[in-house]
């Protein structure tokens, strides 16, 4: 069963150098309010594996810009200039990864597969220094899992056991990110008694959740 963390206690559990999955897409789904007190610890180090770079201000925005990475791993970084800008400084590595590749090798993490096959990017440099395996006469790429030690996770709704549910778009990477790490921090924007959450509604069963992030009274 999940326990009820403050935002600072939930942050001060993730150590400098940690590797953390982060949900959301342009910043729709991610947890505003974990991410703002990370920002502010002065973590360093952080790899940090999220859909994209978003915004200066949204997503993984604010921790790019308090410079807690070292690492960025994700699909898209056209629309966060501070990204770009510290990748030519050479202060924050850039991994891209397509973004169905990237999906499917967090899954693969979760779901305990070896990798991931996948004929995108073959020809191309995404295709430097990895395997490429034949299967009935095809060449696919062999990609590896992603996991992590945190994945923070914003949901709609939570109940006393830690089931979670989310709302329409962001449903994208929570779930599939809470199967793939060590320690599952949800923020949710409420909590209900259970029972109020229907089960076909749970989204994530509360058994993967270790801590949920208590609501601002």
Known sequence: ????????????????????????????????????????????????????????DRGVGPLVKARCLRKFIGSHIGLNPDVQAQMRDGTLEVELVPQGTLVERIR??????????????????VAEG??????????YLLEPPLSADFALIA??????????TYMLT?????????????????????????GMIPPDAVKTPGALVDHVIRRVA
């Open 155 to 164: 949901a709609r709704s939570c109940d006393y056991v830690g089931n979670l």
């Open 1 to 56: 069963m999940y326990q009820a963390l403050t935002v600072e206690e939930a942050v001060a559990l993730i150590p400098d150098g940690a590797r953390v999955m982060l949900s959301g897409f342009m910043g729709v789904g991610t947890p505003d309010r974990t991410v703002a007190a990370l920002a502010a610890s002065g973590r360093r180090d952080l790899t940090v594996i999220v859909n994209d770079a978003a915004r200066p």
């Open 108 to 125: 693969a993490a979760g779901v305990g597969l070896g990798g991931v096959l996948t004929p995108t990017g073959l020809g191309t440099r």
């Open 130 to 139: 990895k395997q490429v395996i034949e299967v009935e006469g095809k060449p």
């Open 170 to 194: 962001a449903t994208n990477f929570n779930p599939i990110m809470a199967l793939a790490a060590k320690v599952v921090i949800a923020e949710p924007e409420e909590i209900v008694p259970v």
